[in-house]
C-alpha cells in the first residue's frame, strides 16, 4: 500500500490539501462531521479536493451538489462561500414546536441540531440557531462565516437580545431557559465571525432549511 504524503480535509476547521498527518489533524481532530483522507501523491489531492467529499478512488468522483449547484449560475452573479456554515429554523404552529440545526454549506453535512421546544416561534429559532452555532465554533475553534436567512434573528444577536413578544407560560418555560442561556453568552464572550444574509432570491432555499414549506 501507497504511503499517504498529502492530506485533504474537505470538511474541518481549515480546508485543502496538508502535506502532513500533523497539519491535518489539527484541522479535523475533535471536529464533528470532518471529512478528510489520505493520498500518496500531490496530483492524487488535487483531484480528490477538487472533486469534493464524494470522491472515489478510481477518479471518477464528482464535485458536490452545492458546487454544481452554484457554478451554474450566470457569470457574475454572486455565489455563497462553500467553507461556512448554514443556519435555520422551523416551527408548526405560531407558536408550535420549534427546532433547528446547522449545515456545512459545501457538503450539506448536518453539524448540529437542536431538541424540539414547545410553545416557540419561527424568530426565536433563528436567533438560537445563531447563537448556538457562534458557541459550537467557539468550542471546536473554528472561525467560518455564518449563513442566516433571517434578518431579525440577525438583528437579535446583534443586540444581545432575543426581542421575542412571545409570552412566557407553563409549556415553553424550558426554551425561555435556553433563551437566557443564550443572552448571557452573547453577553460574556466576544465574537468576530462574520454573519452574513442568505440572498434566497438568487441562491434558492437556505442548505439548513427543514423542507417543511
Not at 64 to 92: F, M
Not at 157 to 180: H, P
Amino acid at each position: 500500500m501507497a504511503k499517504n504524503n498529502y492530506y485533504v480535509v474537505w470538511v474541518g476547521r481549515q480546508t485543502g490539501i496538508f502535506g502532513s498527518w500533523d497539519e491535518c489533524k489539527q484541522q479535523v481532530e475533535g471536529f464533528q462531521g470532518a471529512k478528510y483522507k489520505g493520498f500518496p501523491t500531490k496530483e492524487a489531492a488535487e483531484v480528490a479536493f477538487q472533486a469534493g467529499p464524494e470522491y472515489d478512488d478510481d477518479c471518477t468522483g464528482t464535485r458536490t451538489a452545492a458546487t454544481v449547484r452554484w457554478e451554474s449560475l450566470p457569470l457574475g452573479t454572486p455565489k455563497p462561500e462553500l467553507n461556512a456554515i448554514a443556519v435555520d429554523a422551523a416551527c408548526s404552529g405560531n407558536p408550535g414546536k420549534m427546532e433547528y440545526r446547522g449545515v456545512y454549506v459545501a457538503t450539506n453535512t448536518e453539524i448540529f441540531k437542536s431538541p424540539v421546544f414547545e410553545g416557540g416561534t419561527n424568530n426565536i429559532g433563528e436567533f438560537l440557531a445563531i447563537v448556538h452555532c457562534l458557541a459550537w465554533q467557539q468550542k471546536n475553534r473554528t472561525n467560518l462565516p455564518i449563513y442566516s436567512d433571517s434578518l431579525n434573528g440577525q438583528k437579535w444577536v446583534s443586540q444581545g437580545l432575543c426581542r421575542t413578544k412571545l409570552v412566557q407560560n407553563e409549556n415553553n418555560r424550558y426554551l425561555f431557559q435556553v433563551i437566557a442561556r443564550a443572552e448571557k453568552w452573547l453577553h460574556d464572550n466576544t465574537f468576530r465571525v462574520p454573519i452574513r444574509k442568505w440572498r434566497t432570491e438568487i441562491w434558492g432555499e437556505i442548505p439548513a432549511d427543514f423542507g417543511r414549506k
